[in-house]
């Protein structure tokens, strides 16, 4: 148990809708990482969130987008979904400043996009 | 940039057999590395980690070495179990803030 919960566990969109996924941090960790994992893949990184702002972004489209809340929960949008959005998508919150930074990632959300 | 490189899969040995995962890294500066493992189903777990050269991180049997001289942090076990069956990640974080990962390893553990 990493203290990291996402919902919903799995949710089916078609293509062209709107979608939101959500984060709760484990316990006073201020920062947290959305991934996307294709299925077969690694991990790809999509952004980080510190402080409730966009603190880096991987090779996503503008599409993907996020917040963070004073509590430290979080959210992933994505706008205009594609086929290829079908995916794992891990969230994964740390704590800056304590050693190597290590990021502890929650169950995931599997998404669908028909 | 950066990037990981694991030893393709997927890999079958039998319950009590020895373990190695490859994994090599490219990275500026001193990056930290990782190994994560993901269960069917789950999300992914922190198996070990190693934050500078020639650190050893182990943690329920599995040890990883950071070896700068050779960019390489190998996974291994001395005797696997049924219950190691699972993807096995190998990641680094350097200056950004981001895992990059590795494709991934599939371990299956016959009895």
């Known amino acids: 148990e990493t203290g990291v919960t996402q919902s919903p566990t799995h949710l089916i969109k078609t293509r062209g809708q709107q979608v939101t996924l959500r984060c709760s941090s484990q316990s006073g960790h201020n920062t947290v990482s959305w991934y996307q994992q294709a299925l077969g893949q690694g991990p790809q990184f999509i952004f980080q969130y510190y402080r409730e702002e966009e603190n880096g972004r991987g090779n996503f489209p503008p599409r993907f987008s996020g917040l963070q809340f004073p509590n430290y929960s979080s959210e992933l949008n994505v706008n205009a979904l594609e086929l290829d959005d079908s995916a794992l998508y891990l969230c994964?919150?740390?704590?800056?400043?304590?050693?190597?930074?290590?990021?502890?990632f929650g169950p995931g959300t599997r998404l669908t996009v028909l | 940039g950066n990037s990981v490189t694991q030893m393709e899969g997927p890999v079958t040995l039998s319950e009590e057999a020895f373990l190695t995962i490859n994994c090599t890294y490219t990275?500026?500066?001193?990056?930290?590395l990782f190994w994560y493992v993901q269960y069917p189903g789950e999300g992914l777990q922190l198996l070990l980690k190693a934050t500078k050269a020639d650190d050893k991180g182990s943690n329920k049997g599995f040890e990883a070495t950071y070896r700068k001289e050779t960019t390489s942090f190998h996974l291994e076990k001395g005797s696997v179990q049924v219950s190691d069956s699972a993807v096995y990640f190998c990641a680094l974080k350097g200056s950004a803030r981001q895992l990059t990962f590795g494709s991934g390893t599939q371990l299956t553990v016959l009895p």
């Open positions: 990275a500026t500066g001193y990056p930290s």
């Open positions: 994964a919150s740390s704590l800056p400043g304590q050693g190597t930074d290590t990021q502890y």
